[in-house]
């Protein structure tokens, strides 16, 4: 199966989606993930990366579709998280995966009031020491996520592949709500 797990910073894409992978036994993608590890070994990734990620920008399109790309096709079953954050790499994303004849099943929208998403963001400031925790950037990140990412939920949305799951309540509530969400 191939998913894509949509929502903005602090929905809890990440969680959900480590959970769903080991119990589905399916690759998780990790975008922002893959990114941080890049910029951990000094790899020109990494470097170039870090300079966006650091601001609460997205990388480039073409560069981030380029890292998925690369791994798409290692796998039949992938949950692809905080991939695709545009419209042009939702569509990069439709194109690579018809070239190698495995469509995309579902894109699930996970959705969390604003409030609770500042909270949690800054409860994970504390715990995990991300640069780009700090209120400037994630203030940026929220921005950048209405302008940028929003619309991708039109995109799936319009083409009829699109779940909504609420996302308020304890992980494992979320979580179940998920499991109902995935196609049989
Ligand atoms: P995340 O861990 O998903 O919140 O991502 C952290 C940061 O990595 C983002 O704020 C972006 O700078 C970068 N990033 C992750 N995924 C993407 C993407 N699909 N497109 C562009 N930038 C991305």
Sequence with gaps: ??????????????????????????????TGDILRAESEKGTDLGKLAKQYMDKGDLVPDEVIIGVIRARLSETDNVILDGFPRTVTQAEALDNALEEIDRPLDVAIYINVDQDELVNRLIGRASRENRSDDNPETVKRRMTVYAKQSEPVLNYYRLSGRMKEVDGMGTTNEVYGRLRKALPD
Excluded at 1 to 15: C, D, E, N, S, Y
């Design 1 to 30: 199966m191939r998913i894509v797990l949509i929502g903005p910073p602090g929905a809890g894409k990440g969680t959900q989606g480590v959970r769903l992978a080991t119990e589905i036994k399916s690759v998780h993608l990790a």
